[in-house]
């Protein structure tokens, strides 16, 4: 007896319906028709993020402060001859890159949602481009790293009274991008109940591209704070090794949090099972009445989103729709492909 299939979407998502032509006829073909009863079965793969349009708009407002915060310091500081005004300058130009990054993500992933090249929609694009910005963040950190010690070895003269404004300004600009972006990462953070006797502190359902801006941004904060105490050190105190050992202390912070966002968005592309709760909740309300699964896959599609594969072995020969029913009303499920093999029970 050949197993029975059925690919069902859970989503809430709702995804526009392309418009056909008509036939030569002049009538609706068929495939057109409202009564196609295929109609039923097409799910649509839209599996972004429930905030990704406002998470899109926070993010380019924060590449907007940081053109303007980049125009000033660069300008100011041909003005002025400063050459610290002009590095940060610099450096706020390569902030913004890495935010472009995040911004063209929420982009592309937006405009192709509908694209039937993306078998299982746009919503990793995101984590794709998280992952970019941790081997960024990564490589930012040993380059901070082998700078610092490079002053730490060979101390050069600091002009602390013109770099500590520098420092307290570029710690403004940081913060008040972070709180941009908080409001949206904290938004993704809530954890959701998978079943009303489950208690999973870890949804899984983290906006990443988001969170890797934020990250940037608060690398770039931290980095500011520990420049203001080694400055104002080496100035009240003397203490000109203060400052490269503040920049090594930056380098670790920025590489701990670089190694997280490598390991949660790898695992996302590689789908890795987003965690033990999920899967335990599936089999608990799969396997019921004698039937049991065989076989289950659980990934990431997208923020919030995950799909499932399962094979059952059915002793009750219900069909697939039965087991979908089951499923119905876990949050973060949207899409499920069942598979159910009858079998006998000694």
Not at 20 to 37: E, I, K, M, N
Not at 38 to 57: C, K, M, Q, V, Y
Not at 166 to 180: D, E, F, K, T, Y
């Amino acid at each position: 007896m050949n197993p029975k299939y059925v690919d069902l979407d859970l989503s809430r998502a709702v995804r526009r319906r392309p418009v056909r032509a008509p036939s030569a006829s002049g009538q609706p073909s068929h495939a057109d028709s409202a009564t196609d009863p295929l109609d039923a079965l097409r799910r649509p793969h839209a599996f972004l993020g429930a905030s990704h349009t406002g998470n899109e708009r926070r993010t380019w407002a924060v590449i907007g402060l940081c053109v303007l915060m980049m125009l000033v310091e660069i300008v100011s500081g041909m003005l002025f001859h400063s050459m610290a005004l002009l590095a940060d300058g610099i450096h706020m130009a390569t902030h913004a890159g890495a935010m472009l990054v995040s911004a063209g993500a929420y982009f592309y992933a937006r405009r192709h949602v509908d694209d039937p090249r993306f078998s299982f929609g746009t919503g990793k694009i995101g984590d794709l481009a998280a992952f970019a910005s941790a081997v960024v963040l990564a490589i930012t950190s040993l380059l901070v790293l082998v700078e610092s010690l490079g002053r730490l070895l060979h101390p050069k003269a600091i002009q602390f009274n013109e770099a500590i404004p520098v420092a307290i300004l570029g710690l403004a600009i940081n913060l008040a991008s972070a709180w941009m972006l908080r409001s949206g990462h904290r938004h993704n953070g809530h954890a959701v109940a998978l079943d009303s006797d489950l208690h999973d502190s870890h949804p899984h359902h983290h906006d990443n591209n988001l969170r890797a801006a934020y990250l940037h941004v608060m690398s770039d904060a931290a980095v500011s704070v520990l420049a203001i105490i080694g400055l104002s050190a080496g100035r009240e105190l003397g203490w000109v090794w203060m400052d490269p050992v503040m920049g090594i202390v930056g380098a670790c912070v920025i590489a701990r949090w670089s190694a997280r966002l490598l390991g949660v968005t790898g695992a996302v592309l590689l789908d890795v099972s987003p965690g033990q709760a999920l899967t335990e909740v599936i089999r608990r309300r799969i396997e019921t009445g004698g039937d049991r699964i065989a076989d289950l896959h659980v990934w990431r599609v997208g923020p919030g989103h995950n799909a499932a594969s399962l094979v059952v072995g059915g002793v009750n020969g219900l069909p697939p729709s039965a087991y979908r029913a089951r499923l119905e009303g876990i949050p973060t499920l949207s899409h499920v492909t069942i598979e159910v093999e009858p079998i006998s029970v000694a």
